[in-house]
């Protein structure tokens, strides 16, 4: 019995103190303004942690790094690294595999028209090529964007963007740069596709284990033989697989196909597996594509349904590590569903009933993270109704982290995204307005789906409170001044009123997200301006913005 109980004792501890060194409510780890608020990147370190990078309010770039304990490495709100003249915006990250990162980004040193330049980040927040960034692509007349970039084997980094000359039709470009940050595709890199007719937009990139590079695009020609989703596989010197101008995965015109919700994989034999949002059927569906690796769309150019009859719209799909991968999407009924697929024959590529499977209740939104956490298991990460959820589901579709998933800031979200904690759990990341601004938060979530916080446990592995409660005042009376002590269940966005006997209010002393836990603060018997109010009974509001109508009232009397 004794052995059993210690076991026991063990086990909570592990779990306990797998997030105990991350507060309730997460670490504010950057942001702080006012504006510009969803210029992000974010990247797992290899370690359990993750980095990031965004675009400040003053059109630089800067970045924070914080270990798997939930410590930032720079000081708040991150270092600058990128400041040059005039604007810089929208960084786009991978992992360098060394413990640092790579990024590119627009710049708009040379003019009004956006370049393409890159920098990477050691990984002890050093700059590792010239000082604010090297120029992948410059073309001081025509405006490049939507870059996006993966690593390779040897540490080089493939960058694809939109090149929009010849507006609306324009370029969809390529180019390689090695780990210490020398071009290698030429000046000018690779022309994926452009001419007079197409219309590429919204590139995309995959890179297989064989250093294959995939390149996927949308074309919005309306055309039946150019309008669809196109793709295009490189070697590493960035000679063309599947022909001159790619092959096409899927058929449709713009009317048909929405294309802004498309996602790709590599399916680990040399191809990819596609995944968009159609609204052929009406209401909208999920389909597949598959393409091998002779660039054939092995599933026909109007792919395979894979939330008939159910509908769904925005996707995410991630190789699975053998013949397929996982597809997630945001059903029509408050919910998120998945579906396994694998490549072959179309009608054995769905892996689970028709519909999918139901991995979140209550709650669905854009999917924007989705990865293995191991032993068959899976991470989601999706964001919606101001609600950014964290799920886990096992290799049958089952439900880990409760119904609806890990909710850590109810009704604060902007954006969010997870990262990989590298111990089967996850780090929830998120984009919040609190106290009129933004800034950035982050939160452990264990294997077990606990974090700091949590209703129920703080992070002490202590009971937290199980009410919304307003504790008396005291002293009470007081002459200068009160302590006014709070409890709260879950996370929330509160309020704390003072108002006089008529019911008018005098001054608001608290407004914004709260973690779960005790909280006090302490009122001088002032109002709103600072002045010293008269003697007399005042009452003190608690309420909650999270969950309306819930509320405590305390009364206090000032005695002069």
């Not at 980004?105 to 990477?120: E, L, M, N, T, V």
């Not at 063309?240 to 899927?250: P, Q, V």
């Not at 089967?424 to 307005?433: K, L």
């Not at 200068?480 to 966005?493: D, G, K, P, V, Y």
Request: proline share 4%; with cysteine; hydrophobic share 35%.
């Amino acid at each position: 019995m004794k052995t059993l109980l210690l076991t026991i004792s063990v086990i909570m501890m592990m779990a306990i103190c797998a997030y105990a060194d991350w507060p309730p409510g997460g670490v504010n780890w950057g942001g702080g303004f006012n504006f510009l608020w969803h210029y992000w990147s974010v990247v797992p370190d290899g370690q359990g942690g993750f980095w990031a990078v965004w675009q400040d309010a003053e059109w630089d770039i800067r970045y924070q790094h914080m270990d798997n304990d939930g410590n930032m490495m720079f000081d708040y709100p991150g270092p600058k690294i990128i400041d040059d003249a005039n604007y810089q915006a929208n960084p786009e990250a991978c992992s360098d595999r060394e413990g640092g990162m790579i990024f590119a980004f627009k710049d708009y040193r040379h003019s009004g028209s956006p370049d393409i330049y890159a920098q990477r980040i050691g990984r002890n927040g050093e700059e590792l090529w010239e000082h604010n960034g090297i120029p992948v692509f410059v073309d001081p007349l025509v405006e490049d964007y939507d870059q996006k970039l993966e690593l390779l084997s040897d540490g080089s980094v493939v960058v694809t963007w939109k090149h929009a000359i010849n507006w609306p039709h324009g370029h969809i470009l390529a180019q390689r740069v090695d780990s210490t940050g020398n071009i290698l595709w030429g000046s000018t890199g690779v022309l994926i596709i452009g001419d007079d007719i197409t219309q590429p937009w919204d590139p995309g990139i995959s890179v297989d284990s064989m250093d294959n590079i995939f390149i996927t695009w949308v074309d919005h020609t309306e055309d039946s033989l150019l309008g669809g989703i196109w793709n295009q596989k490189l070697d590493i010197g960035g000679s063309k697989f599947w022909g001159e101008s790619g092959t096409r995965a899927c058929y449709g015109l713009t009317e048909i196909l929405r294309f802004d919700y498309y996602s790709a994989t590599i399916d680990g034999h040399g191809g990819l597996l596609i995944a968009w949002y159609d609204v052929r059927y009406y209401d909208g569906n999920v389909f597949a594509a598959w393409v091998d690796s002779t660039g054939t769309s092995r599933w026909g150019l109007d792919g395979i349904s894979i939330t008939y009859p159910i509908g769904g719209a925005e996707t995410i799909i991630e190789y699975d590590g053998y013949d397929g991968a996982m597809l997630s999407w945001a059903g029509f009924t408050d919910e998120q569903r998945a579906q396994r697929i694998r490549i072959g024959s179309s009608e054995n590529a769905l892996q689970w009933e028709d519909g999918g499977k139901v991995v979140a209740l209550g709650v669905g939104g854009k999917p924007v993270s989705l990865f293995s956490a191991g032993n068959g298991e899976w991470i989601l990460g999706f964001r919606g109704h101001g609600q950014g959820i964290s799920q886990k589901f096992d290799s049958a579709g089952t439900r880990i982290w409760g119904d609806t998933g890990k909710n850590i800031w109810p009704d604060m979200v902007e954006n969010y995204e997870a990262v990989t904690d590298n111990e089967g759990g996850a780090i929830a990341i998120s984009n919040s307005y609190i106290n009129q601004h933004y800034s950035y938060y982050a939160q452990r979530i264990d294997s077990a789906g606990h974090y700091s916080g949590e209703t129920g446990i703080d992070e002490e592995g202590q009971q937290s409170p199980s009410s919304f409660s307003l504790s008396t005042p005291y002293p009470n009376p007081f002459n200068s001044a009160t302590i006014i002590e709070f409890n709260l269940a879950q996370n929330a966005r509160i309020s704390i009123n003072i108002y006089n006997i008529l019911g008018e209010e005098v001054i608001t002393l608290i407004d914004g997200l709260y973690p779960a836990g005790r909280h006090s603060v302490e009122w001088k018997g002032t109002d709103l301006s600072g002045d010293q109010l008269s003697s007399g009974i005042y009452f003190i509001k608690l309420e909650s913005k999270t969950a309306l109508g819930i509320s405590d009232i305390k009364k206090a009397i000032l005695v002069k």
